[in-house]
């Protein structure tokens, strides 16, 4: 009997880039290694290595969490907002309960509320064995996007 659910190795990273058309994940993500398994405004996973992306005891950053987790929130509030909108971090939380030292970490990102003006998420973090290390909530305010105003991946 095989698994119903793939692991992160059976799983191809999405182009965000051709997802938008017009941006990437942004330098900051792309720093630390974050790949997109699963893209849309209601439902998103990405992954991050824990390699590269720890505080001096060898656990995973608390801010790498946040960071993972706003790469999720905010490209799913982006696909939810549309063509000339844009949407940004207003508000994020995150209670850590748990650190990873080897391995890969998955952010899956489940949205609570899909509005015109907000957009809110929950993102539970996980470890390779499914084990919780973090939730965050983010809401994102949409506006509409400025004549000029660059996504484009450098």
Not at 115 to 132: F, K, P, V, Y
Request: proline share 5%.
């Amino acid at each position: 009997m095989t698994d119903a659910h793939p692991t992160p190795d059976d799983v191809l990273p999405v182009d965000v880039m051709a997802v938008f058309g017009y941006r990437g994940i942004g330098a900051l993500a792309e720093r630390m290694g974050i790949q997109f398994l699963e893209l849309s405004a209601e439902r998103s996973v990405a992954r991050m290595p824990v390699e590269g992306n720890t505080q001096p005891l060898g656990l995973v950053h608390g801010g790498a969490y946040v960071v993972l987790a706003e790469s999720l929130g905010s490209t799913a509030a982006n696909l939810h907002a549309g063509p000339g909108k844009v949407a940004m971090g207003i508000e994020i939380n995150a209670s850590h309960s748990g650190s990873a030292t080897e391995g890969w970490v998955t952010g899956t990102c489940t949205a609570i509320h899909l509005g015109r003006s907000l957009a809110t998420h929950q993102i539970e973090i996980d470890d390779e064995n499914g084990r919780r290390l973090s939730t965050v909530r983010i809401t994102n305010i949409i506006k509409d996007r400025r004549p000029g105003q660059v996504f484009e991946q450098k």
